[in-house]
């Protein structure tokens, strides 16, 4: 099974020795999102676990550990976009983030480590010209370093609109999509950098753009060195390619709080569940009440499994 180091928050960032925590135990509990009593038991051992995919903006809590995940395929989603404080409040200087992305690099490989520019958001301080230039800036100091770009544009969740209401968003029509679709995927080929979209509706194909898969099964048959087999994700979103996985992170955790995030709604409920958070609990926030109904998930390996074919000679 794919397991997701999470879509919903930065474990990585934030909750690196809880997860490793939970590795040694060999298990994690993970509360249903729409109803704290419908706990899963996810297995973590390296006989269910095919991959592990981290996604965060800033791993470098991890970066001394590594070795610790010596039995596991994985591989990252690392976020660096060229917003400031205003927008991405709880971040450490870029150049820090970007050194740290290239020490990841040198560490796993640069097919492991998938750079994602997104969301690109438009305002008045955050142009098209804004984008470009630091796109620029961000392919020179990663090519040697990745050899794929995710990106994505803001998408107008209720959640989102709510806590971005102060950044007075322009909203991007297909034209501009087109122009910054053009534009960015240019940038990339002159650095030898595939840009791919992750969950949007339009077709940039015309410029070379693909659209991109997350958590890709072609990118994890290479890494674990054999053909998987796996469904798409059908409770992502209509255009995500991603293949089907178990997410193990909390909505409302996450305390980078950028303004643009629909993982975090509601800012007063992550301050509270950080807090709560222990780190030899099974849970990501707190510790089991004694109401929960817990249910081990079925887990399976997605990897094709040897055939020996035995020939019967007639004589």
Same mark, same amino acid.
């Given at each position: 099974?794919?397991?997701?180091?999470?879509?919903?928050?930065?474990?990585?960032?934030?909750?690196?020795? $809880?997860?490793?925590?939970?590795?040694?135990?060999?298990?994690?509990?993970?509360?249903?999102?729409?109803?704290?009593?419908?706990? &899963?038991?996810?297995?973590?051992?390296?006989?269910?676990?095919?991959?592990?995919?981290? $996604?965060?903006?800033?791993?470098?809590?991890?970066?001394?550990?590594?070795?610790?995940?010596?039995?596991?395929?994985?591989?990252?989603?690392?976020?660096?976009?060229?917003?400031?404080?205003?927008?991405?409040?709880?971040?450490? @200087?870029?150049?820090?983030?970007?050194?740290?992305?290239?020490?990841?690099?040198?560490?796993?490989?640069?097919?492991?480590?998938? $750079?994602?520019?997104?969301?690109?958001?438009?305002?008045?301080?955050?142009?098209?010209?804004?984008?470009?230039? $630091?796109?620029?800036?961000?392919?020179?100091?990663?090519?040697?370093?990745?050899?794929?770009?995710?990106? &994505?544009?803001?998408?107008?969740?209720?959640?989102?609109?709510?806590?971005?209401?102060?950044?007075?968003?322009?909203?991007?029509?297909?034209?501009?999509?087109?122009?910054?679709?053009?534009?960015?995927?240019?940038?990339? @080929?002159?650095?030898?950098?595939?840009?791919?979209?992750?969950? /949007?509706?339009?077709?940039?194909?015309?410029?070379?753009?693909?659209?991109?898969?997350?958590?890709?099964?072609?990118?994890?048959?290479?890494?674990?060195? &054999?053909?998987?087999?796996?469904?798409?994700?059908?409770?992502?979103?209509?255009?995500?390619?991603?293949?089907?996985?178990?997410?193990?992170?909390?909505?409302?955790?996450?305390?980078?709080?950028?303004?643009?995030?629909?993982?975090?709604?509601?800012?007063?409920?992550?301050?509270?569940?950080?807090?709560?958070?222990?780190?030899?609990?099974?849970?990501?926030?707190?510790?089991?009440?004694?109401? /929960?109904?817990?249910?081990?998930?079925?887990?399976?390996?997605?990897?094709?499994?040897?055939?020996?074919?035995?020939?019967?000679?007639?004589?």
């Amino acid at each position: 099974m794919i397991i997701s180091v999470s879509r919903r928050t930065d474990i990585p960032s934030f909750y690196s020795d $809880w997860f490793f925590n939970r590795l040694k135990e060999g298990y994690v509990y993970v509360k249903n999102p729409f109803n704290r009593k419908q706990i &899963s038991k996810i297995k973590l051992n390296p006989h269910v676990v095919d991959c592990f995919v981290f $996604w965060t903006k800033d791993p470098l809590p991890m970066m001394n550990r590594l070795k610790e995940l010596k039995d596991y395929p994985y591989y990252f989603q690392f976020t660096i976009t060229p917003y400031k404080r205003d927008i991405e409040v709880n971040m450490r @200087k870029k150049k820090d983030i970007i050194d740290t992305f290239k020490e990841l690099s040198t560490q796993i490989g640069k097919e492991r480590v998938i $750079w994602r520019y997104d969301p690109i958001l438009i305002n008045e301080n955050y142009n098209k010209e804004y984008h470009y230039e $630091w796109f620029q800036k961000f392919l020179e100091e990663l090519s040697d370093y990745t050899k794929k770009c995710m990106i &994505s544009f803001i998408d107008p969740y209720k959640n989102t609109r709510k806590n971005a209401k102060s950044l007075k968003l322009v909203k991007l029509e297909e034209r501009d999509l087109f122009q910054l679709g053009e534009k960015l995927a240019n940038l990339g @080929k002159k650095h030898n950098i595939a840009i791919e979209t992750c969950s /949007e509706a339009i077709d940039l194909s015309a410029y070379g753009i693909k659209r991109g898969k997350c958590i890709d099964e072609n990118l994890i048959s290479k890494i674990v060195g &054999s053909n998987v087999y796996v469904n798409r994700d059908n409770n992502q979103r209509d255009f995500c390619g991603c293949m089907k996985s178990i997410d193990i992170g909390q909505y409302n955790t996450c305390i980078h709080n950028c303004l643009y995030c629909y993982a975090n709604y509601n800012y007063r409920e992550v301050n509270k569940n950080y807090k709560k958070h222990l780190e030899k609990s099974p849970l990501l926030v707190g510790k089991l009440i004694g109401d /929960e109904r817990i249910t081990s998930r079925e887990m399976k390996s997605i990897k094709e499994k040897t055939r020996t074919v035995q020939l019967k000679l007639n004589i």
